[in-house]
């Protein structure tokens, strides 16, 4: 995305298309929608046209909006924290799948 967005680690956002792009087949993501809590980058869209013509994007064009959702406390331990393995906090670059180093051996 263009814009980088973060939520405290008492709040996640969500991922949303926008309606009218929607229909004409536009798909913003495919699973990864959420924002969790802590977070702060700039999102990777999961891009696809399901309908039966093409869909002209421009620079800077809106094509998905935001969601957010506070929690009802903080989270434990937030996306970021060195006691995890947040593959893609503060990421500022389309970044692919880092699956794999879900099974890294750790040292």
């Keep these: 995305t263009y814009e980088k967005i973060g939520v405290a680690d008492d709040m996640v956002g969500r991922l949303e298309g926008k309606s009218s792009l929607g229909r004409l087949g536009l798909i913003i993501h495919a ?3 959420y ?3 802590g977070n702060n980058l ?3 869209l999961e891009l696809s046209n399901i309908g039966k013509l093409p869909i002209k994007l421009y620079y800077k064009m809106p094509i998905a909006q935001m969601s957010f959702t506070p929690l009802s ?3 434990e331990i937030p996306y970021g924290d060195k006691r995890i393995n947040s593959k893609y906090y503060g990421a500022e670059e389309p ?3 880092m699956m794999y180093k879900n099974f890294k051996k750790k040292k």
């Design 31 to 33: 699973t990864a929608g």
């Design 35 to 37: 924002l969790d809590p």
């Design 42 to 44: 700039k999102l990777t």
């Design 73 to 75: 406390s903080k989270a």
């Design 95 to 97: 970044q692919a799948s």
